[in-house]
């Protein structure tokens, strides 16, 4: 387990609004035709603005325009379960280290990890952080004798790992995103991190 084993704040439902703000409505009309077509012509000046606000669009439709549907995973052999937008995670990708599942969005801008590992001896959530040497300037950390859970920034990712501790086994979730989106990954985050359990 390494960091990042790979954190995010608009509502998941006003990404949906904001999207459409961003895409238009543009003007059904000849003038309004006209006018999309003068401001992505190649000499416009602000082509590469709308282009950039088209791209945002379409890169977060898929987090907040369709409604998201939840499941449980479990790992059977250590009690690990919890809540995950299996329509956003759709696609599988390996099997971390110890026991768990990798997936990652269609497009592989988004990945999450459930991963579950042995826990030795009398290992604590600060010591077990400590020793996965996490980096030095992270956004928001938080530490107390049952779980810890870290957030931070790498280049154009932002990344979240929360790990809680039982009596035999560490049980993780560790997920990644694109920062550009952070805020509409806010509520998907939460409530993937809070539904984290052990039996």
């Not at 790992?75 to 768990?100: C, L, N, Y």
């Not at 990945?111 to 020793?131: C, D, K, M, W, Y």
């Amino acid at each position: 387990m390494s960091f990042p084993l790979r954190r995010n704040t608009l509502p998941v439902d006003e990404l949906g609004s904001m999207a459409r703000r961003v895409r238009g409505p543009w003007p059904s009309n000849a003038k309004g035709v006209a006018l999309v077509s003068a401001l992505t012509h190649r000499n416009s000046p602000l082509k590469y603005v709308v282009y950039s606000l088209l791209a945002i669009a379409a890169s977060t439709t898929m987090v907040g325009a369709q409604p998201v549907r939840w499941t449980t995973f479990s790992i059977p052999q250590t009690g690990t379960s919890v809540q995950i937008p299996s329509s956003i995670f759709s696609q599988r990708a390996g099997q971390p280290d110890g026991f768990g599942q990798r997936f990652e969005t269609v497009d592989g801008r988004a990945e999450l990890t459930i991963q579950s590992v042995p826990r030795r001896g009398n290992e604590t959530p600060a010591t077990f952080l400590a020793e996965r040497g996490p980096p030095a300037h992270i956004q928001y950390k938080r530490v107390t004798p049952q779980f810890f859970a870290v957030s931070s920034y790498k280049r154009d990712v932002v990344w979240y790992n929360r790990c809680n501790f039982s009596r035999r086994f560490v049980h993780c979730v560790l997920i990644n995103y694109p920062a550009r989106e952070e805020r509409a990954w806010d509520q998907i985050v939460t409530r993937i991190s809070l539904s984290l359990k052990a039996d």
